[in-house]
């Protein structure tokens, strides 16, 4: 570090866990670029107070995780086309006091699915879960040419959300069908399964402590040449992973979502590429 260091931070809480630091550091080190990063344990009420310091100590951005993520757009000077319709927050670049907001969980998650050969651009997708990681997804496919999105979800607020969201994304991506269905209609989510030709999980189902659930119980909907991403990496082969491997389908785990949006978080920050091969060897493997 000189007197000259630009510092790049993590704000949310928790963030003890977080590997972001690491992955940062080591890729800044590796292309000599004189940027330091660290994680600063925020509660939501702290937002506003923590992104007010980082103009004030000129900070080149910021990666902003739950739960200030919402609280984080209301402070933007500009936010890109899916941190608007979501209305939330994961990168922040500070330009010379200009603060403009983007949202990589979802280019993250496209990306991971081209790294495995997989395109977007008019399938047919089916989503399970309507938080924010789902809506992440959603927002992002559909602004990249997806034909149809299916979303299922218990009917709660995020059902809710996830309904006036879909009116949202219509301004932005008009060809894009998007359906918000009740997770309890099986006879709904067979048609669509049926019909899919990607499916995904965006919910905790298949996290740890929890391994044995899965939010597909019907082994039949499950079909060879069939994509199954799940946004789960730990463990990483979830048991929707293994039950869609058994089946034949095209199988995504969910570590390549988490590298990719942090690689795209990087390019905005410094303009230039993050040694992914490098990171995934020493951070991913």
């Not at 909907?221 to 293994?242: Q, W």
Request: proline share 4%; charged share 20%; glycine share 8%.
């Amino acid at each position: 570090m000189t007197g000259k260091t630009r510092l790049l931070g993590l704000i949310g809480s928790p963030v003890g866990h977080s590997g972001s630091p690491a992955m940062y550091n080591y890729s800044f080190q590796e292309l000599g670029i004189d940027y330091a990063y660290l994680a600063f344990d925020t509660p939501a009420e702290k937002t506003q107070e923590a992104i007010a310091a980082m103009k004030t100590f000129n900070m080149r951005g910021m990666n902003v995780t739950m739960p200030c993520k919402t609280e984080a757009a209301r402070y933007m000077d500009e936010l890109s086309p899916a941190a608007r319709i979501i209305g939330a927050v994961n990168t922040i670049v500070n330009d010379d006091g200009k603060l403009t907001g983007y949202i990589t969980d979802g280019e993250g998650f496209v990306r991971n699915l081209q790294e495995h050969g997989v395109d977007v651009h008019h399938k047919k997708l089916v989503i399970f879960g309507a938080g924010g990681a789902a809506t992440a997804i959603y927002v992002q496919c559909a602004l990249d040419g997806a034909g149809s999105i299916s979303v299922f979800n218990v009917k709660d607020s995020f059902y809710t959300r996830a309904q006036e969201m879909a009116r949202n994304i219509k301004t932005y991506a008009p060809d894009c069908v998007i359906n918000i269905y009740d997770l309890a209609d099986e006879k709904k989510l067979q048609e669509e399964m049926e019909q899919s030709d990607i499916v995904i999980n965006a919910t905790s189902l298949g996290m740890k402590p929890h391994e044995d659930s899965s939010p597909i119980q019907n082994l039949a909907l499950l079909r060879p040449g069939l994509v199954v991403a799940d946004v789960v990496y730990n463990p990483k082969e979830t048991k929707l992973l293994k039950d869609a491997k058994e089946a034949g389908c095209i199988c995504v785990d969910g570590t390549g979502m988490l590298l990719w949006q942090g690689v795209a978080a990087f390019k905005l920050y410094t303009g230039q590429d993050m040694p992914v091969a490098k990171v995934q060897e020493r951070y991913f493997k």
